[in-house]
């Protein structure tokens, strides 16, 4: 499932209650924290790239249960990869957590043949307010045909206006 895009801004002042799967080789972390939200980290590969957690650097344990005073991401293209199965592009991504007590830097890196993404993306699981989030839907587009100042089918009992 696709869930709404986020920012690293976003979790500026909010409190890590759990992280689960910041592990090395990772494809998804979860974070979850103390006013109900929840936010995921993730690549959704597609076919010709790699995108995985490479290192951790930091004490968890200085993050949970502390506001988030830094929260910010940054990448580099330029640096020599590691030689992988696509190495015609690749970007390193580093995700920078702090708090008064000490600092967390995820570093993703990822690969592909040059055509196809190595970003990740945060996203918003559950925001604060207890209400699930809109989930992000594929823009519908009219069969050759269809639509015309009308309205076509987008699965039964929905519909969209049609392109002119």
Same mark, same amino acid.
């Given at each position: 499932m696709y869930y709404p895009e986020a920012k690293m801004a976003d979790l500026w002042g909010k409190t890590l209650d759990t992280i689960t799967g910041a592990?090395?080789?990772?494809?998804?972390?979860?974070?979850?924290?103390?006013? /109900?939200?929840?936010?995921q980290m993730v690549h959704r590969e597609d076919c010709c790239e790699r +995108?995985?957690?490479? #290192?951790?650097?930091?004490?968890?344990?200085d993050i949970i249960g502390h506001p988030l005073l830094l929260s910010d991401e940054s990448s580099n293209c330029t640096d020599p990869p590691v030689a992988e199965e696509y190495n015609d592009s690749w970007t390193w991504t580093f995700y920078r957590f702090g708090t008064r007590r000490g600092y967390v830097t995820i570093r993703?890196? /990822?690969?592909?043949?040059?055509?196809?993404?190595?970003?990740?993306?945060?996203?918003? +699981?559950?925001?604060? #307010?207890?209400?699930?989030?809109?989930?992000?839907?594929p823009a519908a587009v009219a069969p050759a045909g269809v639509g015309h100042g009308g309205y076509f089918s987008l699965a039964p009992g929905r519909s969209v206006q049609g392109a002119e």
């Open positions: 592990t090395h080789g990772s494809a998804l972390i979860t974070f979850r924290f103390s006013d /109900g939200s929840e936010y +995108v995985r957690v490479e #290192d951790i650097s930091g004490d968890w344990s993703w890196y /990822g690969t592909s043949n040059g055509y196809y993404s190595e970003r990740v993306s945060l996203e918003c +699981v559950q925001p604060a #307010d207890g209400l699930p989030p809109e989930p992000e839907k």
